[in-house]
């Protein structure tokens, strides 16, 4: 809201560029999912409406009285008042249909664009889980890990046993430096227009990555440069077990992680917390890889495609020195 103000004060404003996901359209949708602008209010289930204002007021309230029954110093009740936010984020996205925080206020942020743009010059690119870098700086690049290549990186740690998917469905990621690339080329295209448009910066209708050709790829890098740890003994990868089913991952890991982790609890007592940095390091492990598992669920039973033929024209239309730069559709 506050970006749109702003450029309402600028004159000769040629651009308005703002980079969404494409997981805004998520939901229990299938089939072909067109480049389209979301209306204010809609939501992936049609039953329900959302208004953004009454949202805002409810995050207001409910921080309001979690703060009221905390003390400022104390970093325990903080940390609660922190989980309760973000449990409450959560609950919200999953009422309307939306998998997570993240793609439930990227949809509030389009549906306020459009709703005070007026005749300003907006372009929205939607990437896909955006990954490590095709060409440009160089093959592989990237900065942190993030969406999948958490899982890669927890997987060459073997800190990830296992995880959820479809082996027979896709996956939609795109290289950092293709996103980047189809930006620049809309920014150009759209310079100066007053119109609105949405590119889905994604790969699965061209060119779609399964998950056994991702399991499988992962397996075979690692096979052929195991990782070597400090004492210079190699780690010796184990295939990925992957549950296409939830409550199967969630039974797995219950019998395999949590069960033990509550017989560590038990012994720990037994010892009097001899053992507690121990157990409560491996607890915290425990819970952040199950939200990780709860929060990728959706993502990877997803049944739908994105729809790129925007995308596709745009290509259309660049020239060859363009293309030669980078810009390149998986």
Known sequence: MNVCQFAKQCARLKMLLHVSTAYVLTGDQEGLLPENLIRMGETPKPDRHL????????????????TAHSAPEDTSSQQLEKKAMKELGLKRANYFGWP???????????????????????????????????????????????????????????????????????????????????????????????????Y?????HQNPLHCYLLEESTYGYFFINPRVRDDMRTIQHKKLLLFN???????????????????????NLLLGGLLSEFHNKLNRNYNFFML???????????KACFDDTNLR???????????????TLI
């Open 245 to 267: 089913r939830y409550p199967y991952f969630h039974g797995y890991m219950v019998l395999a992680y949590k069960t033990p982790l509550q017989m560590l609890y038990l012994v």
């Open 100 to 198: 997570n925080v993240y793609v439930f206020t990227k949809a509030m942020g389009e549906m306020l664009l459009g709703s005070v743009r007026e005749d300003h010059p907006v372009v929205i690119v939607r990437p896909s889980i955006v990954t490590s870098t095709f060409e440009e700086p160089f093959p592989g690049w990237i900065e942190g890990t993030r969406t999948i290549d958490a899982l890669i990186v927890g997987y060459d740690e073997q800190t990830v046993p296992c995880f959820i998917g479809d082996r027979s469905g896709a996956i939609d990621v795109i290289p950092g430096d293709m996103v980047v690339n189809a930006t620049m080329v809309a920014m150009a295209a759209h310079y100066g227009e007053k119109t609105q448009a949405v």
């Open 200 to 204: 889905h910066v994604t790969s699965a």
């Open 313 to 327: 024209k745009l290509w259309g239309t660049t020239t060859g020195a363009a293309q030669g730069y980078g810009y």
């Open 292 to 302: 990780l598992a709860k929060l990728y669920a959706p993502f990877a039973f997803f």
């Open 51 to 66: 208004d953004i204002e009454a949202e805002l007021e409810l995050v207001g309230e409910v921080k309001a009285t979690l």
